[in-house]
């Protein structure tokens, strides 16, 4: 067994019993970050000296014998829009390109309590826009089972770095899929939690009221023990719920005998790709197997989620970017400025990519005077809707199982030049957000060669249930063990 | 309803948000923008007569705390990525001006 292929659980067994030592796992991953990202790109800072004294603490906490933890001596790599102290933390993005946070996001104090080692942080589209990592300012990211494709995004760099073992596990953010979409197209397993569940804090935010962090992992049981670890109330982050956080990894190994799947029949349409029906099929088959019950459930406003989330994150991302403003942090372009509307214009027309001013710019659009009723209003009105559609299918149902995505991982360049069909590549993914709703992607067979993913989506703060279904599904399953050649 | 986005009107919601675009920017923008908007347009289909917006998703309520005094970071530390500044103050040109 390599030490970089190695599930949390087994790496967390080999250092309990000082088989090996955190230095030398945080070595073996270092090395291999320097030697195979040439090809992928998944991460644009390797933080060696962070990790390599991360992991000599860990290692002092193992042979004191302290308290440790599942995650001590890990090490792990975050999506860079998660701040981290004294690491540079740049969105991908021009205008935060030298920016180093003064502090950590919550999930990061949390990780470091846990004795995790942050080896660095990941490549992901701008700011979190964009479905197919092509909108990093810096570069392009590699999909690990082909490198003309692409890894999926935004949190693509933190699912490439997980599908060619270049962490033991990583964060992504997930504001309309972009934790979920990447893990299909790379073969991860990954989960948006319910909005609430993790803090908010200091992750530099894309739509406030969408906006989760969420585990990428080899498989459901490491999954399951990231998020126990990063979840919780924070008072830093008041929509964050104050309700415990379940031990999710002792539920898991319950039967999933007799509970009931829901197909969302809206969700089974042309446009498809065949090899990602059947192999959703064949899953269905698994859990009927597993003596699950199957049955056909309707989210009748299926057609509207992407208007809507794409509206409502307009509208809350060009509030939200205002704050980049060229005078307190970031890029400031202020040579020949005459006033301080000249910084700001300057430095957002230099430090902003094409797509992130496109939406900021819609979002004001949607936004103004004689169009707010049409377009904001009535998107936040549509959301109610939608939000009413998952109450009513969860009502009879404990969980839901559709396609991560229509397709496998399109080629890089093949959507670049028309914005809206890259939208449409998220049209499975999005619903959950408006909605708040938690959904777990796990792969579940190959089309073409490229991975598939599947999605179960679960009622609000029920993330236990999807982790006990899909770990039952991959007890049977062995899609989640294979890894690309490289 | 079919709303044409003009180079204008490209330019005008660019100035709310404080973006400098070119000419040729604003027409690329008209050109993506009418079409992504045409799109959204299908929301007119649904009937949201007697729906009230979904303003929050989490139930929460009023969320408050103890206004308590809590060491907070350090004012240097704090001022550490300001570009432009002097003394304990964030530095910018003129903020109101002759227009």
Known sequence: MQLHNLTIREAHDMLATKKISSVELTQAMLKRAH????????????????ALEQAKQADDRIRKGERITPLTGIPFAVKDCISTRGVRTTCSSKILEDYIPQYNATVMDKL???????????NMDEFGMGSSCENSAFFDTHNPWDLDRVPGGSSGGSAAAMAASLATFTLGEDTGGSVRMPAGFCNVTGIKPTYGRVSRYGLIALVSSFDCIGPMT??????????????????????????????????????????????????????????????????????????????EVSLPHTQYALPVYYLLLFAEASANLARFDGTRYGLSVAEKAKDVVDIYLNTRREGFGDEVKRRIMLGAYALSAGYYDAYYLKAQKVRSLIRADFETALASVDVLLAPTCP????????????????????????????AGVPALSVPCGFSNNMPVGMQLIGKHLDEKTLFQVGHAYQQETDWHKKLPSL | MTNKIDTDMVKHVAHLVRLGITEEEAQTFSGQFTSIIDYFNMLNEVDTE??????????????????????????????????????????????????
Request: a negative charge; aromatic letters at 6%.
């Open chain 1, 35 to 50: 030697d195979v990202d040439e090809k992928i790109k998944s991460y644009v800072t390797i933080a060696d000296d962070v």
């Open chain 1, 112 to 122: 470091a309590d846990a004795g995790a080692v942050l080896m660095g942080k990941n």
């Open chain 1, 218 to 295: 080899r498989d459901v049981y490491d999954c399951a023990t990231v998020l126990e670890a990063i979840a919780g109330h924070d008072e830093n982050d008041s929509t964050t719920f104050n309700a415990p956080v379940p031990q999710y990894n002792k539920n898991l190994e319950r039967s999933a005998k007799g509970m009931k799947i829901g197909i969302p029949k809206e969700y089974f349409v042309a446009g498809m790709e065949a090899g990602v029906e059947s192999s959703i099929q064949e899953a269905i088959r698994t859990f009927e197997k597993l003596g699950m019950q199957i049955q």
């Open chain 1, 407 to 434: 397709t496998t991982a399109f080629k890089l360049g093949e959507k670049t030049s028309d914005p809206l069909e890259m939208y449409l590549s998220d049209i499975y993914v999005v619903a959950t957000n408006p």
């Open chain 2, 50 to 99: 007697n729906v009230v917006p979904a303003s929050d998703i989490t139930n929460n309520k009023n969320v408050l705390r103890e206004d308590v005094v809590k060491p907070s970071m350090d004012r240097e530390e704090f001022l550490k990525n300001v570009p432009n500044r002097e003394g304990g103050y964030v530095k910018v040109p003129t903020v109101l001006g002759d227009e």
